[in-house]
């Protein structure tokens, strides 16, 4: 993990969250959701200082996590794969592997990514994904119904992601779903960003959306489950802020 160069993307408005507050700054548990992902970043053996890329109400952002970050800032919100590529301009030289965490992912744990990282090298994989799996989508899980869809082959190997947006009414029935934790060698990925396409309901750039571009170059997508299915868990509304209260330890 020495070569690991770790990107939190904090760009969002959080909307749904009815708060003069970006999403990044939510709180949970008495500290804002981007926090509880860095003191958990900060716990791994990855001496490269992670970026945030930064866009609503970045100022804000910076006042509250202070200078020991580098930031990247995206000028408009266009999608992840428009805020990984923000981020290019900070990324450290020395780094061969990059990882993508978002800020509304305050669960994730340092078993999950240290599985994942493990993986990505044993295999020495061009992408590796985190997935998890759902028994149905209900009570607390029903949060997680609007995830993107892991769409594999018949052989079972990963062919892409499909947005919750633009998936069909059968693809709506996958329950393995992109909780939006990914691991790309750095040298494919900064090859291959700028091929993203925004031909999608959003007309923004979606990261996954390099999955598919992999598939057609025949690289072949490894993926690591979550330690818990709770680390999917990404609050959308202050509804949902209240029960990840009750649900985190």
């Known amino acids: 993990m020495q070569n690991t160069q770790i990107i939190i993307l904090a760009g969002g408005k959080g909307t749904r969250m009815k708060s003069d507050e970006p999403k990044a700054l939510q709180i949970l548990k008495k500290k804002p959701l981007i926090k509880h992902i860095l003191d958990t970043v900060s716990t791994l053996d990855i001496p490269l200082k992670p970026i945030i890329v930064v866009c609503h109400k970045k100022e804000r952002i910076k006042e509250v996590l202070g200078n020991d970050y580098l930031y990247a800032i995206q000028d408009e919100p266009l999608g992840t794969g428009h805020a990984v590529a923000a981020a290019k301009k900070a990324i450290s030289y020395e780094h061969n592997t990059v990882l993508i965490l978002s800020c509304d992912q305050p669960l994730i744990s340092k078993k999950t990514i240290e599985h994942l990282l493990k993986k990505h090298e044993e295999k020495k994989s061009i992408i590796t994904i985190a997935t998890v799996s759902m028994p149905d989508f209900e009570g607390w899980r029903s949060g997680l119904r609007h995830f993107g869809r892991i769409i594999r ?52 750039y979606y990261i996954g959306d390099l999955l598919e571009i992999a598939r057609h170059q025949n690289i072949k997508i490894e993926s690591a489950p979550l330690a818990n299915v709770i680390e999917a868990f990404q609050p959308n509304t202050k509804e949902e802020l209240g029960i990840l209260e009750k649900l985190a330890v």
């Open 153 to 204: 082959g018949s052989d079972g190997s990963i062919e892409g992601i499909v947005e919750f947006k633009d998936t069909s009414e059968k693809e709506k029935l996958i329950k393995e779903l992109n909780p939006a934790v990914y691991a790309f060698d750095s040298n494919w990925l900064w090859k291959n960003i700028g091929s993203i396409k925004n031909e999608n309901t959003q007309k923004e």
